[in-house]
């Protein structure tokens, strides 16, 4: 995963406590988020913090409804890329004995 950070311009972090700092400012000044109802007391969110064109980190976490906050649990660096590279039909499946997902492009 921190090859894919670095990627994206964060080659500089040397200790996990910058990383923290880093993670804290992108869930307070996020750029995007989209927040999902699991039940009624808890919601899945993803906050989203742009750092570069198209380039950022996304945490993933869970906003308790008692009192707002979010607690992350995980984070991982993305690309929104504009160019269509292919038209093909996708299909997602679900890994056994995994909550992950593939997605399969044939």
């Known amino acids: 995963m921190h090859k894919y950070l670095n990627a994206i311009g964060f080659h500089d972090i040397a200790s996990e406590r910058e990383w923290y700092q880093i993670l804290l400012e992108s869930e307070k000044n996020f750029s995007g988020y989209d927040r999902i109802a699991l039940d009624e007391h808890t919601d899945l969110c993803e906050l989203r913090r ?48 995994s909550p992950t997902y593939v997605g399969v492009c044939e």
């Open 50 to 97: 742009e750092y570069g064109n198209g380039i950022g980190i996304s945490s993933y976490g869970f906003i308790d409804e008692n009192d707002e906050a979010f607690r992350r649990e995980c984070y991982f660096p993305y690309f929104s890329g504009s160019g269509v590279s292919s038209y093909a039909d996708i299909a997602v499946e679900q890994k056994t004995f």
